[in-house]
């Protein structure tokens, strides 16, 4: 077949089998007769990701950015693409080098959801990088940020990982107080400031530091004061406190 259309609906045929591989082959032999066509090229995008070709994606994704600068959708894919391959500062840049090609009053650039998420997941590779860089770009977004929940989540979190316990027991009251008192996740974190520990277990359901991590009689007995000195005064009616 020389026809890029008949390769591309062989593919398409091969994915409705779920012959996943079959379909990439037949998609690639596509774009060697049409090597720009747009639609091929995020169809073999997407079966890469999802056959956890992450280099491939990194690849096809570039492919179109470069035809489609204009796009948003294809810098914030190539971003991730490069997140998912480990190159974290190549995933800043590309969200940095997207923000300067807007102008200054952009809507992009003012506070609203999609710009808040934006600003909250390069933060979230920042914070992989390094908690201290993670933290000065989380205090520099807050004006643009719309989820305070989350943004003070991720403070406390950090303040964590910097030891910073007074501050990180500090935003945990606050986020208590903004009424996620039954958020046994933040019941965790909350714990670990007490007990000075710099990493949340990962938990589930009502399980929290004291029900995932072995503790000692002596660190139970100071969250027990803490909670009785604090959230139980404050949140009486709490299940969780």
Known sequence: MRSHVCWHVYGLLHRADHNYNEAIKAYKQALKIDKDNLQILRDLSWLQMQMRDLNGFLVTRNTLL???PNLK???????LSKHLTGDLEGAVRVIDI??????ADSPEKQRD???SELALYKNHLLGEISPHRGYLHLMACKPLVVDMGAWMLQKAKYELRMAK???????????????????????????CSI?????IPKTIGTHTLVTTVVL???????????YKATLARKFGRSKAA
Do not use: S
Request: overall charge negative; charged content about 25%; aromatic content about 14%.
């Open 165 to 191: 316990w007074a501050d990180a027991r500090a935003t945990y009251i606050q986020i208590f107080q903004r009424g996620l008192t039954e958020d046994y996740r933040v019941h965790a974190g909350y714990m």
């Open 195 to 199: 007990l000075e520990r710099p990493q």
């Open 73 to 79: 959708l294809n810098w914030l894919a190539f971003c």
């Open 216 to 226: 000692d009689q002596k660190q139970r007995q100071k969250i027990m004061e803490v």
């Open 66 to 68: 470069n035809l489609k």
């Open 113 to 115: 959801y999609e710009p």
């Open 98 to 103: 997207y923000l300067e090609t807007l102008d």
